[in-house]
């Protein structure tokens, strides 16, 4: 079974130019969800789909940051336009959608991550 | 405000000997906890999880143990070995805090042969 995908690996571009991030995640499941590692520092959470809708999309840090998944199967993530601080990994991840109401305890399966380099 | 910590950057141990990683909380709502391990240019790879109502998980070589009286918990590997080198995220959930993990900000293991 295919993993978590993602595209590029890595990104390296100048400040104010557009970006998008593409994810694929494990075929089947409902749940994608993007994170970011900034610095070296902690991994943090910036949005949530399930399915097509996006369920929690709190982490996102202000409006140059666009995620979508249409057809619930890949989400691309476009920052326009980039600015230096947005430089770090930007990683996705997927879960099944159990159905069950503890379903907050399934793991997630991380992609690769994209390097995003803003100069 | 950092909700996970993990106050140790890095660790090193030599092959065999036990490796102790912690990991502190402070939203009480958390009640799943899953720790990640990482190498580099890779994802984050599970790989082992405890929920709140018990204060142990074990597999293989891997223990959990939590306390939550303290928000506090920690992973045991034992015997350690070189490839367990890595960098291992503590990470949490909770139903209040929807599906999504905060995580610490990991903490670098050199096994040492």
């Known amino acids: 079974e295919a993993g978590v995908t993602q595209f590029p690996s890595h990104s390296v571009i100048e400040k104010g130019q557009t970006v998008t991030l593409r994810c694929d995640p494990i075929s089947g499941h409902d749940n994608l969800y993007w994170y970011r590692r900034v610095m070296g520092k902690e991994i943090k959470f910036l949005l949530h789909f399930v399915k097509e809708s996006k369920q929690d999309e709190s982490g996102m840090p202000n409006n140059r940051f666009l995620a979508e998944r249409t057809g619930g199967t890949y989400s691309t993530l476009k920052v326009q336009p980039a600015e230096l601080e947005d430089s770090g990994v930007y990683f996705c991840?997927?879960?099944?959608?159990?159905?069950?109401?503890?379903?907050?305890?399934?793991?997630?399966?991380f992609g690769p991550g994209t390097r995003l380099t803003v100069l | 405000d950092q909700q996970v910590k993990q106050n140790s950057p890095s660790l090193s141990v030599q092959e065999g000997r036990i490796s102790i990683l912690n990991c502190d909380y402070t939203n009480s709502m958390f009640d799943y906890f899953l720790w990640y391990k990482k190498y580099p240019a890779e994802g984050p790879t599970f790989l082992i999880s405890?929920?709140?109502?018990?204060d142990k998980n074990e597999d293989g070589r891997f223990t959990v143990f939590l306390n939550k009286s303290a928000k506090h918990l920690s992973l045991h590997i034992v015997p350690s070995q070189p490839g367990d080198s890595a960098v291992y995220f503590c990470a949490a959930s909770g139903e209040d805090a929807g599906n999504m993990l905060t995580f610490g900000g990991g903490t670098r293991l050199m096994v040492k042969p």
């Open positions: 991840a997927s879960s099944p959608n159990t159905g069950l109401a503890d379903s907050f305890g399934d793991e997630q399966f």
């Open positions: 405890i929920s709140s109502i018990k």
